[in-house]
């Protein structure tokens, strides 16, 4: 019986060892994803127009003799809006973004809405911050399956 158990016991830790190694570690402050593709970069720009257009995002701006994507602002929620700025190179697509609050404050006359941020791995689950860096990493990985993360 006791050795059932340790042999039961040996094989979920070997089943499930791979599994945790396999979790990427994100580099809080992150804020640069880098897709890497086996596409050539015409294939990647014309892969990453389809990919906005069927997530829901439209194009602000978009030249592919430089490979360069910028997304029009879309809703991330209630109280934010997201701007995907894409540089296609090769075989890489770099993805760097920005978010703007819909907030507005008022000061009698003077009204104000949040300062741009850029998008990175900051604040707590389910925070805006948060929530922002999840919209833009899962567009990421829409593009490739071999993402890198970089603090630049």
């Known amino acids: ?3 059932k158990y340790l042999l039961i016991l040996s094989l979920t830790i070997l089943i499930l060892s791979p599994l945790k190694a396999q979790k990427l570690e994100i580099p809080k402050g992150t804020n640069t994803i880098i897709a890497e593709t086996s596409l050539s ?4 720009y014309i892969n990453i127009i389809k990919t906005l257009y069927l997530n829901g995002y439209a194009v602000q701006y978009a030249d592919s003799t430089i490979g360069v994507i910028s997304t029009q602002p879309i809703n991330c929620g209630n109280i934010q809006t997201l701007t995907f700025s894409i540089v296609v190179e090769d075989n890489k697509i770099i993805l760097r973004g920005q978010a703007t609050s819909t907030l507005e ?19 707590m689950i389910g925070s805006a911050r948060r929530d922002a860096w999840n919209a ?12 890198t993360y970089e603090l630049q």
């Open 1 to 3: 019986m006791k050795n």
């Open 105 to 123: 404050v008022s000061y009698g006359t003077v009204s104000d809405r949040g300062p741009i941020t850029e998008i990175a791995f900051k604040g």
């Open 41 to 44: 970069k015409s294939q990647n």
């Open 136 to 147: 833009f990493n899962n567009f990421a990985c829409k593009l490739s399956n071999k993402i």
